[in-house]
């Protein structure tokens, strides 16, 4: 589902590098997943960190990854009953699972054969949507229509079933790299990864907590002109979002994204314009924020009150076109001045 709305991007606002009682800061950039990552750490040995995550990067590319045709996922996807997935997949499918129950449906990696129809995905898509074809298309989509059996097969209710896990597998890759990271004795780290982060412990260079920002909704403001700023520790945080590609009405003024409803499976308007989570983990945290951004503010508020562990800030058109924040309380905890 995260190919249904762009990734907002979220800039690090990171201090300069020095060392300091025999610890030092390492950081390393690079192109991974389709998309960028940096991750920082502070320890006093240099991990061969380039060769593990690329180590990580194709482990999880072939298991999950819709833009290769040899993945596990791909050809599950083209009906291969042969395929028995790994622990990667599993852990995926069942974080999957969970939000999608939470949910009432409004997060399912499902929804992939409709991402494909609107042009969305790595599929063929489709110049027109009529009735006919939506219902043809929304009969395959349902997390309930798939399964995981013992030996690791997966079993369709339907061999046309399209599997997604676009929306939460960089954050599950965040996750993987922090417990390499970690596994190595690591105990102060940021990792981001197209715009999804997670850290642990502070940024011993300013001996505070890692500060990270969330973008500003205004295109036209200046670069790193930041929304808010928030205190990252110890925790994960993911943003969906697409208001750098809103859609704007001409007499109210009021911005509009366009996100696909799984359950109607039509391409909806929000006014949602993006959903930032914090959560125990990067999987969570980014299926949650592509959930909400289908759910909408009022679907769920509902949702939030019976999650624990899941705070969120959000950002909203009213109206009459003005931008408009909802955050929850453990989310202003962690907003930073």
Request: net charge negative; hydrophobic share 35%; glycine share 6%.
């Amino acid at each position: 589902m995260k190919k249904i709305i762009s990734i907002l991007a979220i800039n690090l606002l990171l201090f300069s590098c020095e060392k300091g009682n025999e610890i030092e800061s390492h950081t390393y950039q690079g192109e991974a997943l389709g998309t960028t990552y940096m991750v920082r750490y502070f320890s006093d040995d240099k991990l061969e960190f380039e060769r593990s995550l690329d180590s990580i990067m194709d482990e999880i590319n072939s298991s999950m990854s819709t833009y290769i045709t040899k993945s596990d996922i791909s050809r599950i996807n083209r009906g291969d009953t042969t395929v028995i997935v790994d622990e990667h997949f599993v852990k995926v499918f069942s974080a999957s699972e969970r939000i999608y129950k939470e949910t009432d449906g409004f997060f399912d990696p499902t929804v992939g054969v409709l991402v494909n129809a609107y042009g969305f995905g790595p599929g063929k898509w489709l110049k027109k949507i009529d009735s006919v074809k939506l219902d043809s298309l929304i009969n395959l989509v349902g997390f309930d229509k798939i399964n995981i059996k013992e030996d690791r097969s997966i079993h369709k209710e339907d061999p046309s079933v399209y599997l997604d896990f676009n929306a939460i597998a960089k954050g599950y890759a965040i996750d993987v790299i922090a417990e390499y990271l970690e596994s190595e004795r690591v105990d102060h780290y940021l990792i981001e990864l197209g715009g999804e982060l997670r850290a642990k412990g502070e940024n011993m260079d300013s001996g505070n907590s890692w500060i990270v920002g969330i973008d500003h909704p205004d295109k036209m403001r200046k670069a790193n002109s930041y929304q808010a700023k928030v205190k990252l520790s110890n925790a994960a945080m993911a943003t969906s979002g697409n208001y750098r590609k809103y859609r704007e009405d001409s007499i109210t003024g009021q911005k509009y994204v366009h996100t696909i409803n799984p359950i109607t499976g039509k391409a909806e308007r929000s006014n949602l314009l993006s959903a930032s989570v914090l959560a125990e983990n990067c999987m969570l945290a980014d299926g949650y924020a592509t959930a909400f951004m289908a759910l909408g503010l009022e679907r769920t508020k509902k949702v939030l009150e019976k999650l624990e562990n899941v705070e969120v800030y959000i950002m909203y058109s009213t109206e009459d076109g003005k931008t408009e924040v909802f955050s929850t309380p453990g989310f202003e905890k962690n907003l930073a001045e």
